[in-house]
């Protein structure tokens, strides 16, 4: 069975710092994909990242990089410089591919707040 | 208007009530998702229509009743609902091409439910 772990419940730092947010993820497939989404206050999640399981090269996307892992079934997430509106729970989720798009499995979410 | 749209964003009904939740699609996409949003918990995938036609249900309880008239509207029925489905219900839709293979899904707003 899939399942997706984000062990940091809640992080806080300061503006202009660096995060890291982590996750780890289980499956017995081979082929899998992993994403990113963040959810502000509003309540939307919003897309940030989708990897497959064949491409582990890293990403950097403006301030926010991700770092893929299948030797420790890692797909970290770094924002780099933070600010305040970074402030929002991020979820990683796991799908794969033999579900097809029918469903994502969610880690917890890390809630993430950045003071200024 | 543009993306996953949810009405109503807030909803407060009694335990007797029938009420509907509405979500929209502009996207095109033949897929769509409700997921539900509890405190502490992770998101949990409830249904899930491919092309207007229902491929998976969840054990989700008879008391929640979806409907999907067409690709791009999808609605939820509440019927005689427990407090503890007190949640925030998000929509979901993705492209669902052929072959199974998973797409990227992007989420309404949510509605906050409150059940009393």
């Known amino acids: 069975a899939q399942k997706v772990t984000q062990a940091q419940t809640e992080i806080s730092v300061v503006e202009k710092e660096d995060v890291t947010l982590d996750c780890v993820y289980e499956?017995?497939?081979?082929?899998?994909?992993l994403f990113w989404y963040k959810q502000p206050p509003s309540g939307e999640l919003v897309f940030l990242i989708r990897?497959?399981?064949?491409?582990?090269q890293n990403e950097i996307s403006g301030r926010y990089s991700w770092n893929f892992q299948k030797s420790t079934s890692s797909f970290n997430f770094t924002i780099t410089a933070s600010q305040v509106v970074d402030s929002a729970v991020y979820f990683c989720?796991?799908?794969?591919?033999?579900?097809?798009?029918?469903?994502?499995?969610f880690g917890k979410g890390t809630h993430l707040i950045i003071q200024p | 208007e543009t993306g996953v749209t949810q009405t109503p964003r807030h909803l407060v009904m009694g335990m007797t009530n029938k009420k509907s939740l509405k979500c929209e699609q502009h996207?095109?996409?033949?897929?769509m998702y409700w997921y539900k949003q509890s405190a502490k918990k992770p998101l949990e995938l409830m249904f899930v229509?491919?092309?207007?036609?229902?491929?998976e249900n969840n054990s989700v309880p008879s008391r929640f009743s979806p409907e999907c008239p067409n690709s791009s509207h999808l609605f939820l029925h509440l019927h005689t609902l427990q407090p503890e489905d007190s949640a925030l219900y998000l929509c979901a839709s993705s492209p669902r091409t052929s072959g199974g293979h998973t797409d990227t899904q992007y989420f309404g707003p949510g509605t906050r439910l409150t059940v009393l």
């Open positions: 229509y491919n092309f207007k036609e229902q491929t």
């Open positions: 990897r497959n399981s064949f491409d582990e």
């Open positions: 499956t017995r497939d081979t082929t899998y994909y």
């Open positions: 996207l095109g996409h033949n897929a």
């Open positions: 989720a796991l799908s794969e591919a033999g579900r097809g798009a029918d469903g994502l499995t």
